[in-house]
């Protein structure tokens, strides 16, 4: 656990497992942080050394004062590759981390041994746009447990909600003491920083051997954004998890792992 500075940013990170192995990048998603990766560092350890990282106003990194592009982040991980002297990486990143995932393996191609992305599109959507704005607009509310209220049944399926509705009240009440206006700030800043996001006419460029993982109850980024990745990068795989929704990483853990773990061994 340590934290790295480059430009106006102090930069959150963690380092696990032990040195020598193949390093995997867990990229958080939007509401994310390094902790949201925590459950599943014992697996991925067997095997692997894993970097998470806090991108600039999530978690423990610096909260910024103005607005800044996601591209932003991609720079960001490139600097903490090199400040760790890690000369090629496999990154997964997830949702708003898979875009910046996409980001990094067309700025640094020469970086990447292979890429995962997870329920995470190639382009910001009118539908994603507006998502977004609805996001937006709850965390100006200021509010943890209205904030849950207007924007996690969005994350989870049906079914997710259907089977553990009391752990998701519970967790929405300790929202109320998690999020204060500096992390709502943040989120408002990160959620304004893909607006322009759309990398479908360079993803014929990405070469690495990539895997797209896609749950079948997603409604954030559906099967079907996701298949205009398939169709652009050459050297793909992909998996459907199904009855799962955006978190598919928490709905379906064992899941989720099984497919990254093996995907990751192949090519390590």
């Known amino acids: 656990m340590a934290y790295f500075e480059v430009e106006t940013a102090k930069l959150y990170y963690e380092l696990h497992g032990e040195e020598g192995r193949p390093v995997v990048v867990?990229?958080?998603?939007?509401?994310?942080?390094t902790l949201s990766w925590h459950g599943h560092l014992l697996d991925l350890t067997r095997f692997f050394r894993v970097l998470l990282m806090?991108?600039?106003?999530?978690?423990?990194?610096?909260?910024?004062?103005?607005?800044?592009d996601i591209s932003t982040h991609a720079k960001d991980l490139n600097a903490l590759l090199e400040h760790l002297n890690i000369k090629r990486a496999?990154?997964?990143?997830?949702?708003?981390?898979?875009?910046?995932?996409?980001?990094?393996?067309?700025?640094?191609p020469k970086k990447l041994n292979t890429l995962v992305l997870s329920n995470?599109?190639?382009?910001?959507?009118?539908?994603?746009?507006?998502?977004?704005?609805?996001?937006?607009?709850?965390?100006?509310?200021?509010d943890g447990e209205k904030f849950f209220a207007l924007a996690i049944p969005?994350?989870?399926?049906?079914?997710?909600?259907?089977?553990n509705l009391n752990w998701l009240k519970n967790r929405q009440k300790t929202f109320k003491t998690l999020l204060n206006m500096?992390?709502?700030?943040?989120?408002?800043?990160?959620?304004?920083?893909?607006?322009?996001?759309?990398?479908?006419?360079?993803?014929s460029n990405i070469n690495c051997p990539t895997l797209l993982?896609?749950?079948?109850?997603?409604?954030?980024?559906?099967?079907?954004?996701?298949?205009?990745?398939?169709?652009?990068?050459?050297?793909?795989?992909c998996l459907v998890i199904h009855d799962a929704g955006h978190a598919a990483f928490l709905e379906k853990k064992s899941e989720f792992l099984s497919a990254i773990i093996g995907f990751l061994l192949k090519y390590n």
């Open 90 to 108: 496999n990154i997964v990143g997830l949702s708003y981390g898979g875009q910046v995932a996409q980001l990094f393996a067309l700025m640094y």
């Open 26 to 33: 867990l990229l958080n998603g939007i509401m994310m942080s």
């Open 213 to 237: 993982l896609m749950a079948d109850r997603d409604i954030i980024t559906p099967i079907n954004e996701m298949e205009l990745i398939k169709d652009e990068i050459s050297n793909c795989e």
């Open 120 to 142: 995470t599109p190639a382009r910001i959507s009118p539908y994603l746009q507006e998502l977004g704005e609805a996001w937006k607009e709850a965390a100006r509310l200021y």
């Open 154 to 163: 969005f994350i989870y399926s049906d079914t997710f909600y259907n089977r």
């Open 182 to 203: 500096e992390w709502f700030d943040g989120f408002i800043r990160l959620a304004s920083s893909n607006l322009s996001f759309n990398t479908l006419n360079e993803l």
């Open 54 to 68: 806090d991108f600039r106003d999530q978690g423990k990194s610096s909260k910024m004062r103005k607005n800044y």
